[in-house]
């Protein structure tokens, strides 16, 4: 069984910066894919992006240029960067992974406001 443990989020001013961090943890597992979604007050779900085991990321558009997804695979994490963070980046962001399995992080909240 994993278990994703999510860590960094808080409270940033526009313009700002978070990073946030997604540790995977188990036995026998191997990840394919690791990446975060998230999700604002009465809205769905959405893509923020995410890395492929070759390396290959993909991000949603609204993020392209200000996020940056990376992953140590050593550690299984998984890293997002976020710069020039807008009011509209304010959600809870979850972390996942996919192993054959989908499995999710308990969620960080993440609010930019001035």
């Known amino acids: 069984q994993v278990q994703l443990v999510e860590s960094g989020g808080g409270l940033v001013q526009p313009g700002g910066s978070l990073r946030l961090s997604c540790a995977a943890s188990?036995?026998?597992?191997?990840?394919?894919?690791m990446g975060w979604y998230r999700q604002a007050p009465g809205k769905q779900r959405e893509l923020v992006a995410h890395?492929?085991?070759?390396?290959?990321?993909n991000y949603a558009d609204s993020v392209k240029g200000r996020f940056t997804i990376s992953r140590d695979n050593a550690k299984n994490t998984a890293y997002l960067q976020m710069n020039s963070l807008k009011n509209e980046d304010t959600a809870v962001y979850y972390c996942?992974?996919?192993?054959?399995?989908?499995?999710w992080g308990q969620g960080t909240q993440v609010t930019v406001s001035s």
């Open positions: 996942y992974i996919w192993s054959g399995i989908t499995t």
């Open positions: 188990g036995r026998n597992f191997s990840i394919y894919r």
């Open positions: 890395i492929i085991n070759d390396g290959s990321t």
